[in-house]
């Protein structure tokens, strides 16, 4: 289960962020409904989200960019504070474990 709040003490992501603002959607695994949602930034291996049914994204989903629909990444929730979350990306040598 995702953790409620975000870490305050530091940083543990493994790459650099970069700061950006693009619609995207969110894309449950279990019935393929889809959450707007903005793109605040991202890194290698993770993004922060800011959802606009927050209470609808579920610890695991598709991410969908808005343009094209065709680039998704598979997401986990690692943190929640509101509207906004931060997520993992899941590579296919996590889902074989």
């Known amino acids: 289960m995702a953790a409620d709040r ?3 003490s530091k940083d543990r992501r493994g ?3 970069q700061d950006l603002r693009y619609a ?7 019935d393929g409904a889809e959450i707007p949602c903005t793109l605040l930034d991202v890194s290698q291996t993770g993004a922060r989200l ?4 927050p209470e609808g994204v579920p610890d695991e989903f598709l991410l969908r960019l808005a343009v094209g ?3 998704l990444r598979r997401c986990a929730v690692v943190w929640r504070d ?3 979350m931060g997520v993992r990306f ?5 889902e074989g474990l």
């Open 90 to 94: 899941i590579v296919e040598a996590d």
């Open 6 to 8: 975000r870490s305050s």
């Open 69 to 71: 629909r065709q680039a």
């Open 82 to 84: 509101g509207a906004n």
């Open 15 to 17: 790459g650099r962020r």
């Open 50 to 53: 800011m959802a606009r049914e």
């Open 24 to 30: 995207a959607r969110i894309e449950r695994l279990a």
